[in-house]
C-alpha cells in the first residue's frame, strides 16, 4: 500500500507524494534528475526529504516495490532472492540509524559481508543519500569483494586496471601496439577489454582471438573481454572462439534491459555458456557489467525514478550472475545526466560504496566528455577518492585518449600513480608476472624497468616496416 | 635499488616509434611514472581545442552562402533553430534541442506553402545541424554535399531533394521533425559529433526512412567519424548513397537495414597494411 509523506519545517510544510518521489527529492542535485522532472525544488526541500527518509525503517522497502513486483523483473529479483537470515542484524533499523551502524564499529568487514544478501539496492541507495563523500569512501573501504578468473581481484590493497586498447578502425597493429604499450606500463590486470568498432559477431571473434594469442604467448595471469552484445558472444561461443569474460551494458528496469535486447535469461544463458568452457585456472567468474547513472532515463525506461536509485537495481541484476568486475561509466553519458565534475565525482563515489555493500565487485570508469564541465584535475580527484575507497579497479588507456570512443578516463600513468601515492599493487599473480617479466625494475616501489624487456624487444622487430599515413 | 643519479629524468619509451601506426598516446615516456611535461601540455592543447569545438557557435551565413555557391542551388538553405534557446540550454536539455522552436516550424510551414511545394513529396531532405562541434559542421558539409549532388544528380534513377535546411542548437531527431514536415521519404542529417580529443571536426550521418517526430535510435543508420583524418568524405559519401538506395529499395531504416548490410570484418583499411600481429609473430 502506497503511502504519501508529510512533515513540517518552520512554517512550511512539505509533502512527499510517493516514496519514489521522497527517494528522489532527498537525492544531491544532478543534471538528469532535474532533465526528468524529479530533483527536488529547492535546497530545502532536499534536506527535509533526507531527513523525512533518515526516520523510515528499513522494512519499508520489502514492503513497497518502487516499481510494480507485476511489471518489473527485477523487482521480482530484488524481492525473491532477498535472504531475511542475513537481514536480521540490521531488520530493526531506519534508514538514519543504518547510516550510524555502517559507519560503527559493529559493522566490520566480516559482518558486512554476513548482511550484503539481506541489504536492497533501495536501502543502500536510500543510505547513500545520507551520506557524505567521506562516508561512503569509509564504508565502502570495509567491503570485501574479491572475484577471480586467471587472477584475484579486489584483494585489500590491491587496484587493478582494465587495459582498454581501443582503435577506431579496430586496426590489429593499432591494438598491438597499445596492448604493449598499457602491458610495459603494468597495465591489464582486471582484464584486456575492446570496445569493437564494428559491432557484430565475425568482428568479434577477430578481437578474442587476437587478445587470446597474445595472452598466450606471454603467459599472462589475466583475461580478454570484446565488449560486444550478449548475443554476439553467444553466437561466439557456439563457434568456438576462446571466449573469457561475456560483457553487458546493464540497467535497474525490465524496460531499460529490453532497450538494449536482453533480459535476465540471456544472463543466466550466457554466464552457464562462458563457464562451461572452463577457461578460468583460479576462479569461475565470468562476467563483465557496465552501468551508469542516467542510462534508464536515457532509454525513457526510468519509471519516474531517480537516476542513482535506478543505478542501483542495476547492481542487483550484476550481483545475481557472479560478475568478475562490474564497471560504472560515471562520466560517459554526458552533462545531461551529469552536469559537471562536482556531480560526477558524487556519483563515482555512490555507486561504488552502493555496488560494494551490495557485494558486486566494483570498478569506476572514472572519466568525462568534453562537453561536459570536467577536466583531467577532476578526475585526478575522483581516482584518489576511488583509490582510497578501496574500488577493485579503474582503465588504463594511452594518454587518457580513448581514440574511438572519443572520451578521456584514466591513463596507464593515471593507475601507477594512483598505485604509488597510495600503495596499492596488482593482482598478486599479475604482479608476479610483471616482475617475471622484468617489466619493473621493482615492483613493490613501482619503479618501472627503463630497458624494453626481452621478450617484447623481439617482438617489436616483427613490426611493419612502414606505416601508411591517413587512413 | 639505489637511483643512479646519471640516468635522465624523462624516460622515453624504446618502442615509441610504434605511435606511427595508430592515433592512440602510446609511448609517451615518463617523469617518474607520470607524464612528461611536453605531452602534458599536448594533452591540454588536445582538451582546451574540443572543449572550444562545442562552444563554438556555427557561423550561419558563411554555411549558407558556401552551400549556396558549392551546389549551385536556386534558394539560399532554410535557417532553422530548436528549442533550445543558448549552449547552456542545450547541453541540459537533449529534448529541446530534438524539437523546432515555434517561430522555426512555422517559417517552414509557410516557406512550403509560399513555394506551393507543401503538396510535393521529395525523396529525401538533408538537414545540417551543428550539434556538439559546429566546426565540424562548417568545415565539412559543404565537401561532402558537393560528392552527394554529384553521386545523385549522375543516378539512373531520379532524386528529388527537399529544400535543404541549416539548424542551430539542434539534436539528431530534429531530422526527422523536419524531414516530417517537408513531406520527404528519407531524411539525412549530417551533425558535429561529441568532439574527441584527436577529433574534434568529426562529422555524423544519420538517415531515418519515412521520418516523423517521436522515433528512437533504432530507426535510424549511422555513419560515424566522416573528417578528412577519420572516414574521407568521398568514401562517406559512397557509402551513405548506398544506404540510401537500399533504404528506397526496403522501405525502412534503422535496425532492420542494418542487419543486412553488416557483416562484415573490418581488415582491408589497416593503416599499418598489416593484418598480422606484431606480437605474436614468431
Redesign the interface.
Known sequence: MAQTYHTTVGSRSYRFASLAELMAKATPPR?GD??AGVMAESAEERVVAQMVLAELPLTTFLNEALIPYEEDEITRLIMDDHDANAFAPIRHLTVGDFRNWLLSDHATSDVLTEVKAGITPEMAVAVSKLMRNQDLILVAKKCRVTTAFRNTIGLPGRLSTRLQ?N????????I??????GL?YGSGDAVIGINP??D?V??SV?LMR?MD??IQ??QIPTQSCVLTHVTNTLEAIEQGAPVDLVFQSIGGTEATNRSFGFDLSTLAEAEAAAQSLSRGSVGRNVMYFETGQGSSLSADAHHGLDQQTCEARAYAVARKFNPLLVNTVVGFI???YL?DGKEITRAGLEDHFCGKLLGVPMGCDVCY???AEA??NDMDNLLTLLGVAGCNFIMG???????M????TT?F?DA??AR?VLGLKAAPEFERWLEEMQIF??VST???N???PAA??N??R???K?????? | MAHDPSSPIVVENPWERLNAFTDARIGLGRAGVSLPTSKLLAFQLAHAQAQDAVHYPLDVEVLSTELTQALDLSEAPLRLHSHAQDRAMYLQRPDYGRRLNDESREYLREHLQQAAVSQQRFDLAVVVVDGLSALAVQQNSSPFLSALYQMLSSDSADWQLAPLTIVEQGRVAIGDEIGGLLNADAVLVMIGERPGLSSPDSLGLYMTWAPEPGLKDDRRNCISNVRPAGLQIEEAARRFFLLLKEARQLKLSGVKLKDRSEDDVLEGDSASGSTRNFLVAE
Request: hydrophobic content about 30%; aromatic content about 6%; charged content about 20%.
Open positions: 543534471s532535474r532533465l586498447p582503435h577506431p578502425t579496430d586496426d590489429v597493429t593499432g598491438a601496439a597499445s596492448i604493449l604499450d610495459l568498432a564494428t557484430n565475425a568482428q577477430k587476437l594469442e597474445v604467448k606471454y554526458g552533462p545531461e552536469f566528455t568534453n562537453h577536466d583531467q588507456i594511452p594518454g587518457s585518449d580513448d581514440i570512443l572519443n572520451y578521456q591513463s600513468h601507477l600513480y604509488r625494475q621493482d613501482h619503479r618501472l627503463d630497458q624494453l617484447f624487444a617482438s617489436l616483427h613490426l611493419p612502414e606505416p601508411r599515413h591517413g587512413t
